[in-house]
């Protein structure tokens, strides 16, 4: 499975829109890019996944650039719940490969 | 309605024993799963069934053995617990190989 890179950590105000990156510049043709999250002492969520187009669920959006390269999700109106990590996973088997995933802190 | 539900959800035991954590699916899939996530926080796929037979086996101990009753069960049994068995492991289902749902997690603490 190809591999994805994510910022560390980064915060957003509660209200305002979180932008998640995610690079996965050795994805192959055939590979989803998966979201999940993991609220502490959670078991990892399901958010959201797409091939080529953008998608749109009612937890958040996922953009994926043309080239397939790298990836966006959105969460158009952060909450204080919202705080978590967020795992970018690509995926072509039944296998997710869980990286260090990007903390996301939703500041009030 | 809980999707994918685990028991016990804390398990605190001495080393030498022998433990087992159950998980159980009501979503209808066919394919279940179990992750270990140790204290770094890193989440690592042990195992995978498909209709009861084992598809992703990765490099875990012996000691180690997942069983498959029926479709909605994978049981995780556990032999001489070591210390560094210590984590929290999840269960997961999902249909095909599409969307992987995950229970809640069992903290496992050997001392």
């Known amino acids: 499975d190809a591999k994805t890179t994510q910022p560390t950590s980064m915060d957003c105000a509660e209200g305002r829109a979180a932008n998640l990156p995610c690079n996965h510049s050795t994805i192959s043709g055939n590979e989803y890019v998966y979201w999940y999250r993991q609220i502490h002492s959670q078991g990892p969520q399901y958010i959201i996944h797409?091939?080529?187009n953008n998608e749109t669920n009612e937890m958040a959006s996922l953009i994926i650039t043309e080239d397939r390269k790298s990836s966006t999700l959105i969460l158009p109106h952060a909450t204080l719940r919202d705080t978590a990590v967020y795992y970018c996973?690509?995926?072509?088997?039944?296998?997710?490969?869980f990286g260090k995933g990007i903390t996301l802190s939703v500041r009030p | 309605d809980t999707a994918v539900s685990q028991t016990p959800k804390y398990l605190v035991t001495q080393m030498g024993n022998d433990k087992s954590i159950k998980c159980e699916q009501n979503?209808?899939?066919?394919?279940m799963y179990w992750y270990k996530q140790d204290s770094k926080k890193f989440l690592k796929i042990m195992f995978s069934?498909?209709?009861?037979?084992?598809?992703i086996n990765e490099t875990v101990p012996n000691r180690f053995s997942p069983k498959s009753p029926d479709k909605a069960h994978l049981n995780l049994h556990i032999n001489s617990l070591e210390l560094g068995d210590s984590a929290v492991y999840f269960c997961?289902?999902?249909?095909?190989?599409?969307?992987?749902?995950f229970g809640p997690g069992t903290r496992l603490t050997v001392l």
């Open positions: 996973i690509v995926k072509a088997n039944s296998k997710l490969t």
């Open positions: 979503l209808g899939h066919d394919t």
């Open positions: 997961a289902s999902s249909q095909d190989k599409n969307t992987q749902y």
């Open positions: 797409g091939l080529k």
């Open positions: 069934y498909n209709n009861k037979e084992l598809i």
